[in-house]
């Protein structure tokens, strides 16, 4: 069992930069959050959820290429906290975004995401 709590959404102008964070716990000693993969995802009125940034149990990252070069995902095991810095945003940035989990491997297609956040705004005007 994860929990995962966001914080970090608000509004900005386009061309602006927000940072979103994430705190995990309730993770077991038995399954350590070092297990877990990690990802930010989104989802706009009216459209499916889709992943924008993936960081696996080993530290490797994958993007989408609608953020890519633009959005950088990063952990902190020891710290337990999930980021992911957004530069240079778009209007059709704008979405909830949500933090969840996936024990073992994950990456953009994974559907073993079985944890998730409460989610957090992000608006981006033009």
């Known amino acids: 069992q994860v929990r995962l709590v966001e914080s970090g959404g608000g509004s900005v102008q386009a061309g602006g930069s927000l940072r979103l964070s994430c705190t995990a716990s309730?993770?077991?000693?038995?399954?350590?959050?070092?297990?877990?993969?990690l990802g930010w995802f989104r989802q706009a009125p009216g459209k499916e959820r889709e992943a924008v940034a993936i960081v696996d149990h080993g530290g490797k990252t994958t993007y989408p290429d609608s953020v890519k070069g633009r959005f950088t995902i990063s952990r902190d095991n020891a710290k337990k906290t999930l980021a992911l810095q957004m530069n240079n945003l778009k209007p059709e940035d704008t979405a909830i975004y949500y933090c969840?989990?996936?024990?073992?491997?994950?990456?953009?297609?994974?559907?073993?995401?079985?944890?998730w956040g409460q989610g957090t705004q992000v608006t981006v005007s033009s």
């Open positions: 969840a989990a996936a024990f073992g491997s994950a990456d953009l297609q994974s559907t073993n995401f079985d944890y």
């Open positions: 309730a993770y077991s000693d038995y399954s350590p959050l070092t297990a877990y993969s």
